[in-house]
């Protein structure tokens, strides 16, 4: 048989193997025993790559699991960590200034102006409801590295800036800049 | 089964417009693409966009990390050739991408697995008495429970590659060796071999959580 046969073959085996058992792919050798061991070794890599990946395998469009509320001082680059990106891939992914991704994770921006499209997008980005990703942005945000040379005394909270003087004053055209200033219907 | 949406490009347009990809199977993103009526270029440079968005990701947890640069090489080439795929109207893994795109994803980074390890030809040697010659067995390498095994997924990941998969096979039901599918075969190592691994690392996994005596 041809290479292109047994790709169509494995391909199929991926897609059936939900779940993955000892009898599905003893079934699987009977039915193609000249790919008995390429069938095994996908099968040995679909049980690795679904422990690598530390869930079921198959519904990618919902959210992972997360607790209910998101641990206090979450930061935005600790949930971008953990879908697998960075802020500035997550800034690149959505099309916006990674500035305004920087100063969201450093809670420099007014949340109550967030728009609702970020958090939409950006929440469906990461994998988590809109819900748990407003109450990262809600929380304190990353410490900025410089702070602890410039203050004096307690900390407090410095004036933030709001989302529409962010996006303003951010490089994106004017087009980008419409698109995440416009209110979600 | 609900029969999926059927889009024109102007509807396409909308939904990138207004952020609504998200809401979209990447099956049907993959269709609109590959559709013969979507002659907007920037339109369909969206879509891809938004696919890579969702193949990266979903790549990256399952990379074996111990691949060159923490396994993102791969990634970054088996989205690659993902975009490349999608938009050749001849390629087929751009049709396997529209019947299972997340399915597509994971066979293509198994294959790029196998082809690793294939370079690697990482065997660990098994532990020989040097009297005897006879191959040692880890002391008192009891099963785990159920409840135990659950709870020691971070400790699985940190152990040899050869010992994670062959336990990981031993948990999902495989037996070590038969007449039909076995760890042994699976792994390509003889029986005793395979034993041995998951011994290993069930001994080494109980170390850890302190049930040893």
Redesign the interface.
Known sequence: MSTEDLDDIIFRFHQAAEPLTPELVGDWVGRYPQFADDIRAHAVEIVDMRFLAGQDAGDEAAPADEPATPVAGTTLRAVAKAAGTSLRDLADDLGIARSIVSDLNTATIETASVRGRFVRLASERLGVTMEWLSTVLAGPGEASVGAAFKAEGMPGVGRRRTWEEAVRDSDMDAGRKAFWTAEER | MTEPAIRSPEDWKELA???GL?TC?PEQMVAACRDEAMRDGRLRGLLL?HLC??A???L?????KDMPNGGLDAVDDIVSKMALAIVDPVA?DGV?FGA?F???L??R??DR??AWRVQQRRIEPMPVDDETGEILEPPDAAGLTPEEAATV?DL??GLPDNH??AF??HR????VSSK???IA????VQPKTADAWIKKAVAHLREQLGLDR
């Open positions: 417009e207004t952020g998200g199977e966009d968005g969702l990266r990701p979903y990256i947890r399952r990379a074996n087929k396997g299972a997340y399915t597509k994971q066979q980074l198994a697995h196998r997924d699985i990941a994670r998969r990981l096979l999902a039901g495989f037996p039909g599918e076995c075969t699976m792994l390509g």
